[in-house]
């Protein structure tokens, strides 16, 4: 059964359409109950109407026609009560309801269950029987456990809007057809709205993320495609005759199979049949692999179906070519709109500077790093929307609203001129807030709390200079490490951070050392672990190899040589031994160069409080360097246990929450009992509300992404320390986060700081 159930999920996952996917579903189902009927009712999203939209065994003719208001006839029960329904004779149940267009008369034993994606309700599977039986335990099991692994890909075919293509199958939409839905919701992942251009980019050599696009020059395609095939059947005979003679003669036989499905086999007609008919290559490939692999996976000897990944590699292949050879001459839009299953740091690296407008992703939230990044650039980002159609966006015209986390698809003339408007409302706020840049970050009755900026992208370093920054809180210095396709040299890195020490001397300038791991891969430092947040992380990792870290501090050591401003800070540090060697190899670094006649600086040292241990041991931590810094994006997923990139948690990761409020309490109370300064550099510090409350506890300085820098000073200039204090007393009383942010919100609108809050959210 098992087997069979990874099958059918395997088979859905691959179809191109929601109508396929649907018409899958019910044969497979039928053939493995052994039922007499099977059929599928999906609901309306705005009525909730359950329309038939799929089934074997009634009438063909119903489908699309027969709907079942909610709660009405036994579907509409399956659907309200969220639950399984089985029942032995159906037509005597009192909510049967007789629906003559579907022939279902002589059907007694009815089995139903809900589909159910993000505690919706999206349809209901239905098996139905000739004779009065119960479906038994195996049977309820086995379909519920279908449409939970089903009602994801349902929820998604049908946000892509497949049903238009269900008819013409196959056909290659010239251009690809626009997504049904034209708002797409995700999750606010850095502020701001703007108009632009997607451009889909998509992992290399992946083929179920090549999106739909017509050719602009069919011939080039095609003669691009061949040249792909050509390269691949070199790949293929040059290893073949390296590894020739000690192959066993069923690999040498694959070879040749591989070989010979690239020489005029079907696969490269029907791709070029595809690109004749309109579409690029990289996507008549993924559809024609689609399609070979789809004949091999529905096979029941395990050996033929095996060959379906031989298929899959090899399309794999051809496009990995395909894709090497267009990346130089790619052309990027004026408002660049980079839409991606996973954007990363390197995709962000690649738009040409001042193109890009905005971000969109299917995955992460608003703490994934590319959010921060986003936040940093003072560009829109929109996080985890589910059903993002990605294929059909290429092209297209989109606006990013970073404030609600929605996604708009070729927005029509009004709504297009509101986005328009507050586009331009924002550059005024901005152009407002910026005349803060000037004005020193004290508190009403004289205290001064410095404002430092997070940075890690050279181009960002303008912003922070700008916005009146005292100096960088935080350097991700793995971000230009994610830039390069190796690990760059110690005269490379000295190069880079010479510019940031330089650019805000004397300023403090607070390099981070390597930080990878967890969502932050190296392409050429791979590592594959089940539990990476948990795994080998930050100075875990740079620990066990001396080698990286030792450069990383020289080129650090070097670039402050003259300066001065330097401050070293540890990422994901948990206990004190960590600490400690570290601090000895940065002395050992310090005393190399010295031996080598370079003497430099001491730079201060400090501790990143981002893991829970570290909040216990704060004190014992901050008493072995100059200071410590709290890195709350982190410090959230490892106390509330919700991993800061999955948006399917993403509502439980609450700064507000009472328990993460008393952590960043007990590291400020820590590193004080020790006599060193606390400061913030998590993303809390640059939410007006939340950097309030951490003014109250008593933090020394708050770093943050330029773009939130001035709307935290307006509260700072707004505010006495002790009436953030009083502030914070009265929200320890309260339980529950939401009623902690609006307290909080309350007391910035009793300030006249309503609208600076709004704008931030
Ligand atoms: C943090 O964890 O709060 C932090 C500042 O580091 P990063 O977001 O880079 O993990
Ligand atoms: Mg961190």
């Known amino acids: ?115 159910i994606h993000q505690r919706r309700v999206r349809g209901v599977l239905v098996v139905q029987q000739r004779e009065r039986r119960r479906f038994d335990e195996d049977h309820v099991t086995f379909l519920v456990t279908l449409a939970a692994q089903l009602a994801g890909v349902i929820a998604h075919a049908e946000a892509v809007g497949g049903l238009e293509l269900a008819n013409g199958e196959g056909a290659t939409p010239e251009p690809a057809a626009p997504p049904r839905r034209r708002v797409l919701e995700g999750l606010p992942g850095a502020p701001g709205v703007a108009l632009g251009t997607a451009v889909v980019v998509y992992p290399p050599a992946e083929l179920d993320a090549v999106p739909d696009r017509p050719a602009a020059n069919i011939a080039a395609e095609e003669a691009a495609f061949r040249e792909a095939v050509a390269a691949v059947t070199e790949e293929f005979r040059r290893l073949q005759a390296r590894l020739g003679p000690q192959l066993k003669a069923e690999d040498r036989a694959l070879f040749d199979a591989y070989i010979l499905m690239l020489s005029g086999d079907s696969l490269v007609t029907d791709t070029v049949e595809r690109i004749r008919a309109g579409s690029w290559a990289p996507g008549a490939l993924r559809e024609t692999i689609e399609e070979h692999a789809r004949v091999f996976d529905a096979m029941d000897d395990p050996y033929l179906r095996e060959r379906a990944a031989d298929v899959r590699d090899l399309g794999r292949r051809i496009l990995a070519q395909l894709q090497a050879a267009r990346r130089e001459g790619r052309e990027w839009p004026e408002r660049t709109v980079l839409v991606g299953e996973q954007i990363t740091a390197a995709d962000l690296g690649e738009v040409p500077a001042g193109r890009l407008a905005a971000i969109v992703s299917a995955h992460g939230s608003r703490s994934s790093h590319v959010a921060i990044l986003a936040r940093a650039l003072g560009i829109p980002a929109v996080m985890g929307v589910a059903e993002l159609p990605i294929q059909r966006l290429e092209g297209r015209e989109v606006v990013v609203d ?88 110690e005269e490379e890195q000295r190069r880079i951070y010479r510019q940031v020490l330089e650019a805000f001397a004397p300023r403090p300038v607070t390099l981070r050392t390597l930080d990878v791991g967890g969502d932050k891969s190296l392409a050429y430092f791979p590592v594959h672990e089940a539990n990476p947040f948990l795994g080998w992380r930050g100075i875990r990792i740079t620990l066990d190899h001396p080698e990286i870290f030792l450069t990383q501090l020289r080129a650090m050591l070097r670039a402050n040589a003259g300066l001065g401003n330097l401050q070293i800070l ?93 952590a960043v309490q007990a590291a400020v109370d820590g590193g004080h009992a020790a006599g060193r300064p606390v400061s913030v550099c998590g993303e809390m510090a640059g939410d007006p509300a939340a950097a309030l409350l951490l003014l109250g506890m008593g933090v020394d300085s708050l770093s943050m992404s330029a773009s939130s820098l001035p709307r935290v000073k307006w509260v700072v200039r707004s505010f006495t320390r002790a009436e953030a204090r009083a502030l914070l007393e009265e929200v320890r009383a309260l339980e529950h986060p939401h009623e902690v942010r609006e307290r909080v919100e309350a007391a910035l609108e009793a300030r006249g700081l309503g609208g600076l809050v709004r704008a931030g959210k």
Do not use: W
């Open 402 to 489: 970073g404030y609600r986390g929605r996604l708009h698809v070729q927005p029509t003339g009004q709504v297009r001129e509101e986005f328009l408007r507050l586009a331009r409302e924002e550059e005024e706020l901005r152009a407002g807030l910026s005349e803060l840049a000037m004005q020193p970050s004290v508190t009403p009755d004289g205290e001064h709390v410095p404002l430092l900026a997070n940075t890690g992208l050279l181009a960002d370093i303008t912003p922070s200079l700008t916005s009146g920054a005292e100096g960088i809180g935080l350097y991700r210095t793995e971000i230009p490490f994610l830039m390069r396709e190796r690990f760059p040299g």
């Open 570 to 662: 540890l990422p994901m540090v948990s206990g004190v031994e960590e600490v400690e060697d570290a601090v000895l190899l940065i002395r050992r670094a310090r005393e190399e160069l010295a031996e080598e006649g370079e003497a430099v600086p001491e730079p201060r040292v400090g501790v990143m409080v981002e893991v829970p241990s570290a909040v216990y041991m704060a004190r014992q931590l901050a008493g072995r360097v100059d200071f410590l810094s709290i890195g709350t994006n982190d410090l959230i997923q490892y106390l509330l246990a919700v991993d800061r990139n999955n948006e399917r948690v993403a509502e439980l990761y609450e700064p507000f929450h009472p328990a993460v409020l008393a």
């Open 1 to 115: 059964m098992l087997e069979r159930l990874r099958r059918i999920v395997q088979q859905v996952a691959g179809a191109r359409s929601l109508g396929q996917a649907l018409e899958l579903i019910v044969e497979e189902v039928r053939a493995a109950l052994g039922t007499d009927v099977c059929s599928i009712y999906l609901a309306e999203r705005d009525t909730g109407r359950l329309v038939l939209m799929a089934t074997r065994g009634l009438a063909p003719r119903a489908v699309g026609r027969v709907a079942l208001g909610p709660g009405e006839g036994l579907v509409g029960l399956v659907a309200t009560r969220a639950e399984p329904v089985n029942l032995e004779d159906a037509p005597s149940h009192p909510h049967f309801k007789y629906v003559a267009e579907t022939g279902e008369a002589p059907f007694h034993a009815f089995l139903g269950v809900p589909v």
